[in-house]
């Protein structure tokens, strides 16, 4: 039997920030400025998800005599952590074991503790993580650490130890405290299977033996959970990337799901938590997460994962088990044709590209458009999208250029935009020069339409004689145009042949889809190539120091984005008051990405039935869920896909919403004050 690996499992929104602080042992002398500004580089590498370069720092630390480096405590610890989000399981547990035998008293015992029990459960050691979270539980003096690792054997216990396991385990201990917690959970894990008789059995065994505040309150905890009627607990299975080179990313996502659960859980009495595995960024360990999820029927929904290539896998295997699937950050337009039971709460390369040409053709009224994008999925799709909505609403696409990996020099693509764009100019001068020789006919056949009482035209073959009250003019027909007043002289100030000097103005937008890391090359392109034209963008164009750094083209820039936030308003400064107190660092973007794909799964679940049917049914006529930095509706233009996005562009110093899309269709922006 494949053996499934339960990797981190959490229940409720409080967690420990990735982020560390500077970390110096409270025994230990002043440190030399050398030790103090190596440790925190090496930190400072950690936070920045340099994770490679952070080991490097910690294991030369950890080779100095423990003599001369009086912060050994403090690098063991983030080595070890180090080694943990590099995915080095048996590393990250040596470690921890040889930390605990020679830093007995150090104050960082508990974290210590804490992650051999993370890395314990990647490896699906359970017995081993939970004694570990119990020795956390114990020796803490952080009420946040003490209560996340509570929550977390209760989960173990509750998913993945049977009855005679956990007899097992409260008869191998020997602490008192291990042995007293373990026998509360096993009367609660009875009383929940219905044995509620032999539940208070366990719990009258050992009243007697029950000492201390902590170990008290439980035990009254237990008494009252056994006096009510059973209650099923329900979960959500959350699949991300929580080690390996995505490892952040997941992590902040993470803290966004914990948060919104813990909300959800203060506002409503339901028992449902989450069971978070880690995948590492790897499509097969998606593949064996999501199938040891969907075999638990305890499961109702799951969430994740990170990349477009993780969710096709995860979906895949969800919607054949028909059990439904939100997916928070996957872009490909692929996935929702995978199955009814499948939800992408961002918006898909498809849509982004119709929502953009929507807005180019109703508000800015562009008629002719070029394309500027790389030739991927991302890229072609967005591409191709635009370009229908523009075709539909009248306009013309009058060049679609493509490039391939990064965009350092793209001479060819930019010099046949020109060229597109001058030939227009040339051909719309070559027709307004044929309409006015007409005029110029007429006037030449009839009194009638002589030009004025003073000037009269007359023609012999290619030359013009243009008749005034004091003189006769012979010229050809540019000249005979401007004389008449017919069409002003600058309108023929075009070169014969397209030259960097004359600006492109006959294009009215062009399309640049671009990937964050290609900005920076192809910003000064667009500014040497002379396009007047208005530009739009996808949202990785959202960089205020790059649209503060290029004016210019800022002038001519706008884009669309699944995500907006609005950090000025008192909606904003709330959350982020409260989030940064109990995640304990402030939310990006992507722990807002967690939290709101998070609350608009939660939304679903009402009171009455939470089978997995009824929760696809209700995602699926799910109301507008109006989140901190996303809007989510899967009742658009494209079902099961997210059809609410904001268009955005640079207003002052600020980057600003100047339109919404809503269900698939364009409306004003209103602010959340």
Known sequence: MLKIIVCLIFTLSLGIS???????????????????????????????????????????????????????????????????????????????????????????????????????????SYKEAIFYYLNVMQITDEDRLRYLSKQTVETVIDLFVSIPELEEFIKNTHEDFDKLFLTLKLAEKRHTEGDTKQAEKELHRIRGMIKGPYLNNEYIITTERLRNRVREKVYIGVILPLSGQMASMGTNILNGVRYALHQFRANYNKEIAVIVMDNRGEVVESIKKVEYLCNNPKVRAIFGSVT??????????????????????????????????????????????????????????????????????FGKEMTDAFCRMVDEAGGRVVSQQWYHDAPEELKHQFSAIRQSGFEIVQRMLDQKIEDNKQRLLQYTVSDSLRLTDSIYVDIYGDEYRIFTSDSVYIVNLQKALILTGLMDSTEFMIPKEDSLEYQIQSIDGILVPAYASDLKMLI????????????????????LQLLKDHPKVTRQLTFISDYYIDEESRFYKNFERY???????????????????????????????YSRETIRKKLAQMPTYNGICRNISFRGNRPRVNSCAFILTMKGEKVQPVAMIENGDLVSYSPRY
């Open 18 to 124: 990735q982020e560390i602080d500077f970390i110096e042992d409270s025994t230990a002398v002043e440190p030399v400025d050398s030790l103090k500004i190596l440790f925190n580089q090496g930190v400072r590498y950690y936070n920045e998800e340099r994770y490679w370069d952070a080991l490097n720092v910690f294991e030369e630390f950890n080779s100095i005599p423990e003599s001369k480096n009086h912060l050994i405590s403090a690098s063991g610890l983030m080595l070890m952590k180090t080694y943990l989000r590099l995915g080095d399981l048996d590393r990250a547990i040596q470690l921890g074991r040889e930390f605990i035998l020679v830093h007995k008293s150090s104050r960082y015992l508990d974290n210590v503790e804490y992650t051999l029990g993370e890395a314990n459960l990647i490896r699906g």
């Open 308 to 377: 477009s290539a993780n969710t096709i896998a995860i979906a895949a295997v969800s919607n054949q088990r028909k059990v439904p699937l939100i997916a928070p950050t996957a872009t490909s337009s692929e996935i929702r044709s995978l199955g009814p039971y499948v939800f992408q709460a961002n918006v898909d390369y498809e849509n982004l590209g119709r929502f953009l040409g929507i807005y180019s053709s109703n508000m800015t009224r562009v008629q002719t458009v070029a394309t500027l994008a790389p030739a991927d999925e």
């Open 524 to 543: 000064p392109q667009l500014e040497y190539y002379n396009l007047s034209a208005k530009i739009y963008g996808s949202g990785n164009w959202n960089d």
């Open 579 to 609: 989030y940064s107190r109990l995640i304990g660092s402030k939310p990006n973007r992507f722990d807002l990405y967690g939290y709101d794909t998070m609350r608009a799964l939660l939304s679903v679940f009402d009171e009455g039935d």
